[in-house]
């Protein structure tokens, strides 16, 4: 008795990745899901769906923003989220342009 399995030719596994538009994310994703992820699960397919977001502001975020985020981010169980101190543009540090500046 032979037991049946995959094919060596046959695909096992899928995997992508897209950038979405920020103009127009929520289109973009539907057309993710009903495209990719609907036929996927329609098969029986065990899924992992992760969403990572990254948002930069030169002039930076202001409290209100950071503290609402923050408080739907944990409202939300995200697994990880947090902000930080862009350090790597002379802007994060305006007292050391200032002094080299000065001469």
């Known amino acids: 008795m032979e037991v049946a399995g995959p094919t060596p030719t046959q695909k096992t596994r899928f995997f992508g990745v897209r950038t979405l538009d920020p ?3 929520g289109k973009d994703f539907a057309v ?3 495209q990719v992820l609907q036929r996927l699960s329609a098969t029986g397919a065990q899924l ?3 969403l990572e977001i990254s948002a ?3 002039e930076g975020l202001g409290d209100d923003v950071v503290r609402t985020v923050s ?3 944990g409202t939300l169980r995200f697994e ?3 902000f930080e101190t862009d350090r790597r543009g002379a802007a994060a540090f305006p007292w050391l342009c ?3 500046y000065k001469g």
């Open 32 to 34: 993710v899901v009903e």
């Open 48 to 50: 992992e769906v992760e």
């Open 23 to 25: 103009q127009t994310y």
């Open 80 to 82: 990880q989220s947090g």
């Open 98 to 100: 200032s002094a080299l």
């Open 71 to 73: 408080e739907n981010a």
């Open 56 to 58: 930069t502001k030169a």
